[in-house]
T-cell receptor, first 113, second 112 residues
């Protein structure tokens, strides 16, 4: 049972480059989330989705985009990378919203230089 | 405003002694409450959760937490720390159906 799988694990980007962080879950969860983790700040919600075809902004969406064409996949797109996007990104999923357990991926450590 | 505050950014304990991690929340109604643990370079793992059943919640690895509505607190405890408990711990609150609010985290160091 793979759970939530994120790729890549590490990435270095130059300022202005673009990339997509991949996230896939095999638990048939409707809810999926993208968080970023900065030191001493906990995790901040970037975007979330309550089902295929439905996405919405979280607390810190600027500079990011998402799509949800299938239940399993929820990629996060960075269009013009900036140093402020240096962070650790976590994808998570849950079955019926946040009153139930959220399952997290292993994270993607992104550095923008 | 709804928020969650972890009162200690760092806790250091000796192996075999109790651990106490403090968490307070601010909310106009009773939220769902969680504690997650993150070991170095790993994802987050659920330790325990409170969803309006018993106020004393038991989790994995000997951890437990007590929900006190009058104090708006959800402190995490373990009677005897083990070296493997060294990690970062997050108090997490669900105020609605889609958003988890994370505390800033408490780093636990366990001394031999």
């Amino acid at each position: 049972n793979a759970g939530v799988t994120q790729t890549p694990k590490f990435r270095i980007l130059k300022i202005g480059q673009s990339m997509t962080l991949q996230c896939a879950q095999d638990m048939n969860h409707n809810y999926m989330y993208w968080y970023r983790q900065d030191p001493g700040m906990g995790l901040k919600l970037i975007y979330y989705s309550v089902g295929a075809g439905i996405t919405d902004k979280g607390e810190v969406p600027n500079g990011y985009n998402v799509s949800r064409s299938t239940t399993e996949d929820f990629p996060l797109r960075l269009e013009l990378a900036a140093p402020s996007q240096t962070s650790v990104y976590f994808c998570a999923s849950s079955s019926t919203g946040t009153a139930t357990e959220a399952f997290f991926g292993q994270g993607t450590r992104l550095t923008v230089v | 405003a709804q928020s969650v505050t972890q009162l200690d950014s760092h806790v250091s304990v000796s192996e075999g002694t109790p651990v106490l991690l403090r968490c307070n929340y601010s909310s106009s109604y009773s939220p769902s409450l969680f504690w997650y643990v993150q070991h170095p370079n790993k994802g987050l793992q659920l330790l325990l959760k409170y969803t309006s059943a018993a106020t004393l919640v038991k989790g994995i690895n000997g951890f437990e937490a007590e929900f006190k509505k009058s104090e708006t607190s959800f402190h995490l405890t373990k009677p005897s720390a083990h070296m493997s408990d060294a990690a970062e711990y997050f108090c997490v609150v669900s105020f609605n159906d889609y958003k988890l609010s994370f505390g800033a985290g408490t780093t636990v160091t366990v001394r031999a």
